[in-house]
């Protein structure tokens, strides 16, 4: 039962360029939403959040985008840099079923210099 | 700043043997949780903890598993009766409230 998806296993940008992550959910109970960050041998890094009674949140060069009715969020990069070559994760709470964090099976971001 | 962490960074046990791995929390945190992930698979939940109880838990997390909050500063894990299918990096995690949660760095179980 995949409740978050990522359906990219991976990604190649070029620097400076714009990097566009997607994450899709099934289960309408999610009602905040993250994006991690995960380097090889770490663990993952907070990135971003959006609760769900927003539709947009930005820090810095990330922006996260929600689409309730569709389901799907988006996390932009902008510019791309060759240090933002990780392993992007998408994850959802639902409040209501506790506190815990459901998973995207991750994308692999490369940006190429 | 303040951050999670864990050892031992890496833990290698035969099947079979008990293992405990150790978190210590951001120190105003009230939320604990362990997530594992398997080598090329996704980050999967494990425990949440919270007012010194186990308040939700997968189903990876049967009877082996265990958590422990000793002291009031470090979280434990403990799987009594490793096996092969337990090899995987293991993370703690740690929130003060409806935010985001903070992990640590994790630690590498490898169990031959």
């Known amino acids: 039962d995949q409740q978050v998806k990522q359906n990219s296993p991976s990604l190649s940008v070029q620097e400076g360029r714009i990097s566009i992550l997607n994450c899709d959910y099934t289960n309408s109970m999610f009602d905040y939403f993250l994006w991690y960050k995960k380097y090889p041998a770490e663990g993952p890094t907070f990135l971003i959040s959006i609760s769900s009674i927003k539709d947009k949140n930005e820090d810095g060069r990330f922006t996260v985008f929600l689409n309730k009715s569709a389901k799907h969020l988006s996390l932009h990069i902008v510019p791309s840099q060759p240090g933002d070559s990780a392993v992007y994760f998408c994850a959802a709470r639902a409040r209501n079923y506790g506190q815990n964090f459901v998973f995207g099976p991750g994308t692999r971001l490369s940006v190429l210099p | 700043e303040p951050e999670v962490t864990q050892t031992p960074s890496h833990q290698v046990t035969q099947m079979g043997q008990e293992v405990i791995l150790r978190c210590v929390p951001i120190?105003?945190?009230?939320?604990f949780y362990w997530y594992r992930q398997i080598l090329g698979q996704k980050v999967e939940f494990l425990v949440s903890?919270?007012?010194?109880?186990?308040?939700?838990k997968s189903e990876i997390f049967d009877d082996q598993f265990s958590v422990e909050r000793p002291d009031g500063s470090n979280f434990t894990l403990k799987i009594r009766s490793t096996k092969l299918e337990d090899s995987a990096m293991y993370f703690c995690?740690?929130?003060?409230?409806?935010?985001?949660?903070?992990f640590g760095q994790g630690t590498r179980l490898t169990v031959v």
């Open positions: 903890f919270y007012n010194n109880e186990i308040s939700e």
């Open positions: 120190s105003n945190h009230l939320y």
């Open positions: 995690a740690s929130k003060v409230d409806n935010t985001e949660a903070f």
